[in-house]
């Protein structure tokens, strides 16, 4: 009696549904950088196109969502995801259409960035989108991933001190999130504490020393993503925020003294590159 064939060897598949960013900080372009640099396969959905650096964003022009809708299921029918990270999603009709598509493909792991404000301080997000987001994708999210200023935005109050942090997480965790990492790098002091809330009542605290640099555009998007590479290899979510966090925390170190263009900088996503990893 013949043997079944052996199942043939895949990457770890993370596919990015984001905007782009012509500068390459952030966005799209970030992402696929910390994907490749962690070892996954990396795929696109663009929401929009940005014009950017890294002074400030210039225009943004987002896609059509149909097109957007149509570059999810191409990739989702033919090579197939593992996990997906969400950022930059400028309007109503493109949160709707990935709401949509996550219904549709019904992913294992969503990690969702509610990318609102720039490292510049520019927003990139109408008002009108923000409930719709709230509505419509935090309830498939495996974790959503806002910093305070966005946290603030959702929860419609600031948060300025590491004791507002877990109110805050559970405030957004009643708006619907399954799992909220919130990430407190805009407090200030040299000390920097993340707290993950795990539904209903799990908490996780990371407390590290700032790293002294300017060069923090795309950390989000890159912490996100990070974590999408986490859970496409398998990784529980916990050990996949530590993972990624751990990741960021280097990628900023190694450069923290590197200049690139006249405002905030790149992170070093390149810094100790992974091999392809197989599933």
């Not at 782009?20 to 994907?35: M, N, P, V």
């Not at 929860?155 to 799992?179: H, K, M, W």
């Not at 990371?206 to 890159?222: E, F, L, P």
């Not at 751990?246 to 992974?274: I, K």
Request: glycine content about 10%; some cysteine; aromatic content about 2%.
């Amino acid at each position: 009696m013949n043997s079944p064939a052996p199942s043939p060897r895949r990457y770890a598949r993370v596919l990015s549904i984001a905007g782009s960013d012509s500068g390459g900080g952030a966005g799209i372009q970030a992402d696929l950088k910390t994907i490749a640099a962690l070892g996954c396969y990396g795929m696109t959905a663009i929401t929009a196109i940005t014009v950017q650096n890294t002074v400030g964003v210039r225009a943004i022009q987002p896609l059509p969502a149909q097109l957007l809708a149509q570059q999810i299921d191409a990739v989702a029918e033919d090579i197939g995801v593992d996990a997906v990270k969400i950022g930059m999603l400028h309007d109503v009709a493109v949160v709707q259409a990935v709401a949509a598509a996550l219904r549709r493909h019904r992913f294992a792991h969503v990690v969702l960035d509610p990318v609102m404000v720039a490292t510049s301080g520019d927003k990139l997000i109408t008002q009108d989108t923000v409930a719709v987001l709230m509505r419509e994708l935090f309830p498939l999210a495996t974790l959503i991933t806002p910093n305070l200023d966005e946290a603030g935005w959702l929860i419609g109050r600031g948060i300025g001190t590491v004791e507002e942090l877990e109110p805050a997480a559970r405030d957004l965790a009643a708006l619907g999130a399954r799992a909220v990492l919130l990430k407190g790098g805009h407090l200030p002091g040299d000390e920097l504490t993340d707290l993950l809330l795990e539904a209903p009542n799990t908490l996780h605290r990371w407390q590290d020393q700032r790293i002294a640099t300017g060069n923090t555009h795309g950390t989000g998007c890159t912490l996100s993503s990070a974590i999408a590479c986490g859970l496409a290899l398998g990784q529980p979510l916990v050990e996949a925020v530590e993972a990624a966090r751990s990741y960021v925390r280097q990628a900023l170190a190694a450069g923290a003294d590197v200049l690139t263009g006249r405002g905030h900088g790149p992170l070093n996503h390149g810094f100790a590159p992974r091999p392809m990893q197989l599933l």
